[in-house]
């Protein structure tokens, strides 16, 4: 029994032994889209150049677009019926494509990125701000919860 | 047999323990027994956080770094996971989440360097340093005056030292203090008829607070200087500061110098051009114990001064000028739209704002000094003490606020040409040079 409990306390001792407590101070960042917050399996939202980068599809689905990857020029695409958007890692451009609901017309424009979107721990990670009002919803940061609060254009009277 | 299988388990074990034990010295990092030299960077120190060079170090754990294209920060892949380095910057992303640490990253010398803190966390293993590592520099201001550490508060916007000294610091990056040399050249460059002189003010905190949070502003002054054009004189703030550390030449509260730490500034500007020497003691005083200082307002929410300080208030010298000087404020460079006149020195006021009545765009002050003399000082708020002591000096002293004119409204050549002002004394203090805000507004005078 006592070489057992030896053993137990030495295993725990090994495992504690390649846990090491953090040195920085972590800033948790939530993102809610209309109220609800939106849960991130493992990469979190970061800021970079004063920037909120989240990881996109939870948040984009959240608002009802469609994403998807374009491997051959790593780029993210989310669009829904009459806006698209696509974005490549590393690109300061974001290109935009609208539907002219008065004439049906496609209009194309760029948008210039502060930040770029980035590739974290295999997720694609996008500036939520331009990406969010690309499709006419608000974005407002709330600083004492570190919460980016994204509200979608349909709720928006 | 029990016992036997006891002892090898706990063999195994121990040794499982001690496998990610990471060593450093001057000129290698050990790592799982094996050896890895730095053969282009080396660590150095600042204050006690120890920086380590981001690849030569990685190497080690045979982890590949990356730049990121598009934003300013490098990747570092390894065990699995990815860290993101944020460049000149305190705050990174370790595995899957954004950390904010004491000390930033630096560029020094072409590499990136990071604190060792935050390489412990990035590659999970501790890291012992076994051997003393070099100082960042050779001349660092040293400890003669440090504050012994009782307590320490961390405020969110600020740090509290023992309840009675507030201070928030700010580190000038090498790629900063050349940018910010680039700008006073072009500004120097703007108005070849004038001296231009280019004051550099330390915060308090790298003379007085516990070493470890010194970011060797000194380093950054130095930097700066070496790169500034034959066309602008330095003046030698820091070691006149540091020769008088024993006297109140700033506050506890607030982030300013005193009007006696303005006067060691102008001191050193004096003795450059070669003026008459003024005696402090020759100056009348209107001193106040109420002074309440900046830091007050930067508490971060659910701090009071009650709660974080012993005395809300501190003493004030405020030294009474020997010429009569009339303070005209303006709203633009032209000087055609007149906001109000002030004192040079507001008496009732028992804050840092009693010097020239606080920031305004543009302040002309007139003394009766009568020599003709012009200066213009470019400023943030630490010139507003160092003005009035320039009516000493100066019949005419143009006191430019770089907040005053954002959007290039003034350009240096226009009120050059406007005022012919003999000589212009460009100040600053970290925060200005660091800020590519801040420091951006002084660029776009140029021209």
Redesign the interface.
């Known amino acids: 029994m006592k070489?057992k409990i030896?053993?137990g306390i030495?295993?725990f001792?090994?495992s504690m032994?390649?846990v090491?407590a953090?040195?920085?101070?972590?800033?948790?960042?939530s993102v809610t889209v209309n109220g609800t917050q939106i849960e991130f399996e493992?990469?979190?939202?970061?800021?970079?150049?004063e920037r909120t980068l989240i990881p996109i599809r939870g948040v984009m689905e959240a608002m009802g677009k469609n994403v998807s990857w374009e491997a051959e020029t790593s780029s993210v695409v989310v669009s829904d019926d009459t806006t698209t958007v696509k974005l490549a890692?590393?690109?300061?451009v974001m290109y935009q494509t609208v539907i002219d609901s008065a004439n049906n017309e496609a209009v194309s424009f760029e948008v210039p990125?502060d930040?770029?979107?980035?590739l974290?721990?295999?997720r694609t990670c996008l500036p939520v701000r331009a990406v969010a009002e690309a499709f006419m919803a608000t974005v407002d940061w709330d600083g004492?919860s570190q919460t980016v609060m994204i509200v979608t254009a349909d709720l928006l009277c | 047999m029990l016992r036997i299988k006891s002892l090898i388990i706990a063999a195994a074990l121990c040794f499982g323990c001690g496998v990610h034990a990471v060593e450093i010295t001057q000129t290698s990092v050990k790592s799982e027994g094996k050896t890895y030299p730095f053969t282009q960077g080396q660590p150095f120190i600042v204050g006690e956080t120890v920086y380590v060079p981001v690849s030569e170090f990685f190497q080690a754990f045979g982890y590949d770094v990356i730049i990121e294209q598009g934003i300013d920060a490098l990747s570092v892949f390894g065990d699995g996971k990815q860290s993101v380095i944020l460049l000149d910057n305190s705050e990174h992303i370790v595995g899957y989440s954004m950390y904010r640490y004491r000390q930033p990253s630096r560029f020094v010398d072409g590499r990136e360097y990071i604190p060792l803190d935050l390489a412990e966390d990035i590659c999970g293993r501790e890291i012992t340093v076994t051997e003393p590592i070099t100082s960042l520099q050779g001349v660092v201001i040293g400890d003669d005056y440090r504050i012994s550490e009782e307590s320490v508060v961390d405020c969110g916007n600020c740090y509290v030292l023992n309840r009675e000294y507030m201070f928030s610091p700010v580190t000038v990056h090498d790629r900063q203090a050349e940018k910010y040399a680039y700008i006073v050249n072009r500004i120097a460059e703007s108005v070849p008829e004038a001296q231009v002189y280019s004051m550099l003010v330390p915060d308090s905190y790298e003379i007085y607070a516990p070493k470890r949070f010194y970011t060797d502003q000194r380093r950054a002054f130095g930097l700066i200087n070496q790169n500034l054009s034959e066309r602008v004189k330095s003046v030698n703030t820091t070691d006149a500061l540091l020769s008088h550390a024993n006297e109140k030449i700033y506050f506890s509260t607030d982030h300013h110098w005193t009007h006696r730490g303005a006067f060691y500034a102008w001191e050193a500007f004096a003795k450059e051009k070669g003026f008459e020497e003024l005696s402090l003691e020759s100056f009348e005083k209107a001193d106040t114990d109420a002074f309440t200082g900046s830091y007050i307002q930067r508490l971060g929410k659910g701090f009071t001064a009650a709660d974080v300080l012993s005395k809300p208030t501190e003493t004030m010298e405020r030294f009474l000028p020997q010429y009569d000087a009339t303070v005209t404020i303006y709203s633009d460079g032209g000087m055609e739209k007149m906001i109000g006149r002030v004192p040079l020195i507001n008496t009732k006021n028992n804050s840092y704002s009693c010097f020239i009545s606080g920031d305004h765009p543009l302040s002309v002050i007139e003394s009766s000094v009568g020599n003709g003399k012009k200066l213009a000082i470019i400023k943030e708020s630490f010139g507003n003490a160092l003005a009035t002591w320039a009516v000493n000096n100066y019949q005419y002293v143009y006191v430019i606020d770089i907040r005053g004119f954002s959007g290039g409204k003034l350009k240096i050549s226009d009120f050059y040409a406007k005022t012919h002002f003999d000589d212009l004394l460009i100040e600053s203090y970290p925060t200005t040079v660091e800020s590519k805000e801040l420091s951006g507004y002084l660029e776009e005078m140029a021209g």
Do not use: F, R, W, Y
């Open positions: 070489s030896i053993i030495l295993a001792m090994l032994s390649n090491l953090m040195n920085g101070e972590e800033k948790k960042i493992d990469q979190q939202p970061v800021i970079i150049n890692i590393g690109s300061n990125l930040t770029a979107p980035m974290i721990n295999d004492e």
